[in-house]
């Protein structure tokens, strides 16, 4: 349970940050840049919260790999290929339109995650 808690912490407060953006922020850097960034790290933080255990650079790729076949479902219009594009619920949780713009910012939510790994793996071998 220890190895869980900065996890569930990280979970909490970044899934807040990113209600705080959708609801507040309807525009600009914060909303269409750093928004896919910090996906990204809610994601992964939920992975490690479940998943302790697992390998953090094998969780960081997994989530990129994840948001990135969700970007390209979104290419397709699976929403509409569902039958669920008259839900908007399902419109905002799995998204309408494909952007190459949100793959880098994926990328650099990944790559910083990959960053934070090193270097906290670092520091607990010091």
């Known amino acids: 349970?220890?190895?869980?808690?900065?996890?569930?912490?990280?979970?909490?407060?970044?899934?807040?940050?990113?209600?705080?953006?959708?609801?507040?922020?309807?525009?600009?850097?914060?909303?269409?840049?750093?928004?896919?960034?910090?996906?990204?790290?809610?994601?992964?933080?939920?992975?490690?919260?479940?998943?302790?255990?697992?390998?953090?650079?094998?969780?960081?790729?997994?989530v990129m790999i994840f948001a990135f076949v969700t970007e390209f479902l979104q290419y397709i219009h699976i929403v509409d290929i569902l039958g669920l594009g008259n839900i908007q619920f399902f419109r905002t949780l799995i998204g309408t339109s494909f952007s190459v713009v949100d793959l880098v910012c994926y990328a650099v939510g990944t790559v910083v995650t990959v960053v934070l790994i090193f270097i906290k793996n670092k520091i607990r071998t010091h």
């Not at 910090?38 to 650079?57: A, D, L, Q, S």
């Open 1 to 62: 349970m220890k190895k869980r808690i900065p996890y569930i912490a990280g979970f909490a407060l970044l899934l807040v940050i990113k209600v705080l953006i959708a609801l507040f922020i309807h525009g600009g850097f914060i909303r269409f840049y750093m928004g896919d960034v910090i996906v990204v790290w809610v994601i992964y933080c939920f992975m490690k919260m479940m998943f302790p255990e697992i390998n953090g650079y094998f969780t960081a790729l997994g």
